[in-house]
């Protein structure tokens, strides 16, 4: 079979310029209308150089927090002892918490209002609650009352002061001096290494209760007077006695103390010996109740003195003095004005000065002395 050629024309050079600016405007700028059939990518004939490349962006990666454990870590079963420590340490601020208020009650109870019923008084027996602080010695509210109460018993049985009976607040502020005094006695006491034995103290009472006719006299008339048994009257009646009379007889023998005393007397029989009359010396510096009489003793018979004052008054002649004589009391000067042989006598003067008094040292040691009352 023979296929028939089929020629078409020749193009011109004009249509081949024409078709030719074609290709070139739809290379620059993509056709005027896009064939169906074309899917030829649009080229950029622009420079590598002036190419804009579109990237998407990239997400930063999110950083993750680093955990930093704790610079002393706490293992669970150790944290449960804490919190339970802590629990206990809660428990027993709220514990004391309520011993310290029922104790601030008590004590408002106590000096305060100053409640006495069974409860209050069964403490007080029990506990001891301070009434009175002396530097570092104490006086219990037991003590207190003990004294107030035998004080007011010994007022009510007395004949002289049964009808004009002191107030109690008078008697309350007696009963503070006191012990005040007693306090500062057993201080200086220990100090003075001085003390009182069992012993001493029975022997006191016996010379105390002499007059009375038996153990069961004595238990009553202790009782009927002051409230007290025989124990208690030793306490508190017998001991401060003895230990005020001791230390007060130590007081006297304190060189430091009795120097002074020691000069004036002196200076008395200086004055005597210049020309001046005993009496007149004795009227004006003497510390005895005869002073106003010039120190009269009247006469005196061996055997009423002192063995050393009688040892010096009877070896004077008349008109002699004699030297200073030290006793537990102070110091004395003794004059002889007249001698009766005949009657062993002699009529004589004294000078007395009083040693180192208890009350005088008592009273120096509470302006050095710190004293606390809890009490009235």
Same mark, same amino acid.
């Given at each position: ?47 590598? =150089? ?86 570092? =010695? ?127 007397? %002196? ?47 009877? =070896? ?24 009766? %042989? ?35």
């Amino acid at each position: 079979m023979t296929l028939d050629t089929v020629s078409s024309p020749k193009p011109s050079e004009k249509e081949l310029e024409n078709l030719r600016k074609e290709v070139l405007h739809e290379i620059n700028h993509g056709p005027k209308k896009r064939s169906a059939v074309s899917s030829v990518p649009k080229l950029d004939s622009r420079p590598s =150089s002036q190419k804009t490349i579109s990237v998407e962006p990239r997400q930063k990666p999110q950083k993750t927090k680093k955990v930093i454990p704790p610079k002393y870590s706490t293992p669970p079963k150790a944290q449960k002892k804490k919190a339970s420590h802590t629990h206990k340490k809660k428990y027993k601020r709220g514990a004391w918490s309520i011993v310290v208020v029922f104790i601030v009650a008590f004590a408002l109870m106590l000096y305060i209002f100053r409640i006495e019923n069974t409860f209050t008084n069964f403490l007080v027996d029990h506990i001891p609650f301070p009434a009175i602080m002396v530097g570092g =010695s104490i006086a219990t509210l037991k003590e207190y009352r003990d004294g107030v109460t035998a004080l007011e018993t010994y007022y009510k049985t007395q004949s002289e002061t049964a009808g004009n009976i002191p107030d109690k607040s008078t008697i309350e502020q007696q009963v503070v001096m006191r012990t005040i005094d007693v306090l500062l006695t057993e201080r200086a006491a220990r100090q003075m290494d001085i003390h009182v034995t069992p012993n001493d103290l029975n022997s006191a009472f016996k010379t105390l209760t002499a007059g009375l006719a038996d153990d069961a006299t004595t238990a009553t008339e202790l009782q009927t007077t002051y409230g007290w048994n025989e124990q208690e009257f030793k306490t508190y009646d017998v001991y401060p006695f003895l230990l005020q009379q001791r230390v007060e007889q130590a007081l006297a023998s304190d060189n430091t103390l009795t120097d002074p005393i020691r000069a004036r007397a %002196e200076s008395a029989i200086k004055r005597f010996h210049d020309g001046e009359k005993f009496t007149d010396i004795a009227h004006e510096v003497s510390e005895e109740p005869n002073a106003s009489s010039g120190g009269d003793l009247g006469w005196v018979e061996k055997g009423t003195l002192l063995p050393n004052f009688e040892k010096a008054v009877f =070896s004077l002649e008349s008109g002699e003095v004699s030297n200073i004589i030290r006793s537990p009391y102070g110091f004395h000067i003794f004059f002889v004005e007249e001698k009766d %042989e005949a009657h062993n006598r002699v009529h004589a003067r004294d000078i007395y000065f009083q040693g180192p008094k208890l009350g005088d040292y008592l009273t120096q040691q509470k302006q050095k002395t710190r004293i606390i009352k809890f009490v009235p």
